[in-house]
């Protein structure tokens, strides 16, 4: 696929919170099996982490985008 020209940032944001979530999930599967705290707490950083990245991709597909009028 090709990324429109003006939304890279925005795609790579996505891309950088999808990746963060995945290892977010694979730090809780961690937790849950061995009951390391470390690995919850790394989980939940991970998580916010992502969060972030979700909504700058989400402020840089807004400004991609442009005016948009009704």
Same mark, same amino acid.
């Given at each position: 696929?090709? /990324? &429109? =020209?003006? @939304? !890279? $940032?925005?795609? !790579?944001? @996505?891309?950088?919170?999808?990746? $963060?979530?995945?290892?977010? +999930? /694979?730090? /809780?599967?961690?937790?849950?099996? $061995?009951? =390391? +705290?470390?690995?919850?707490?790394?989980? +939940?950083? %991970?998580?916010?982490?992502? @969060? +972030? #990245? !979700?909504?700058?991709?989400?402020? !840089? #597909?807004? %400004?991609?985008?442009? &005016? /948009? =009028? &009704?």
């Amino acid at each position: 696929l090709q /990324i &429109p =020209n003006g @939304f !890279e $940032t925005a795609v !790579e944001l @996505f891309k950088l919170s999808s990746e $963060t979530q995945l290892e977010s +999930d /694979i730090q /809780i599967m961690e937790w849950v099996k $061995t009951g =390391n +705290d470390a690995a919850h707490i790394r989980s +939940d950083v %991970l998580l916010q982490e992502s @969060f +972030d #990245y !979700e909504m700058a991709a989400l402020a !840089e #597909y807004k %400004l991609a985008q442009g &005016p /948009i =009028n &009704p």
